[in-house]
């Protein structure tokens, strides 16, 4: 695919929005695609124990509903990723880690947007005092592995990252099994 043009046409806090004008073939016709740009975040596997994680429930204003969430965030300008999770462990759940290690990226909507997280564990934590920035409020609970796999299978657990989180956890004890096979529930 060609990019024939390219122009922003919306700059934001947390993303811009692009429209990209394409060719697929040479000489072929022309399409335009909306691309959402952002600079991308991580998500943190926080395990006090290994049958444990710390989740997080925010209210997340684009949904209208409070999630439980694994400690994630966005990257700030100039930072790299493993700096940005260490920050977001901190001031969303007061832990510190001795030891950090990278699991994968993955691309969050690639349809129209180029966000990808950046999965990591935090090894040896530690407790200690949140710090959340002025804006944000967190209710923080460690949760047995399975019990918050359960959220997922009665579809009240819908962060995807979260989701993917819970998985590589389950996983890791040799918990994985298919999910159970109830009917659908929005």
Not at 95 to 101: L, M, S, V
Not at 147 to 156: C, G, I, K, S
Request: aromatic fraction near 8%; charge should be negative; charged fraction near 30%.
């Amino acid at each position: 695919m060609k990019v024939s043009s390219s122009r922003r046409i919306y700059e934001g806090r947390v993303l811009n929005l692009r429209v990209d004008e394409i060719e697929a073939e040479p000489g072929g016709p022309k399409r335009k695609l909306e691309v959402v740009e952002h600079a991308g975040g991580v998500a943190i596997v926080a395990q006090p124990a290994p049958s444990t994680i710390v989740l997080v429930k925010q209210h997340r204003h684009a949904v209208g509903a409070d999630l439980w969430e694994v400690p994630a965030g966005m990257i700030e300008r100039g930072e790299a990723p493993l700096e940005t999770a260490k920050r977001e462990l901190i001031e969303e759940t007061g832990y510190r880690a001795e030891r950090w290690r990278a699991l994968w990226t993955i691309y969050t909507t690639p349809g129209f947007c180029e966000e990808r997280i950046h999965f990591f564990v935090a090894e040896g934590l530690s407790e200690g005092e949140s710090a959340p920035e002025d804006d944000e409020t967190f209710e923080l609970r460690v949760w047995d592995v399975e019990a918050a796999w359960q959220l997922v299978e009665r579809n009240e657990l819908r962060d995807s990252k979260t989701q993917i989180a819970l998985a590589w956890a389950r996983f890791q004890l040799g918990l994985l099994r298919p999910a159970s096979r109830r009917p659908y529930v929005e």
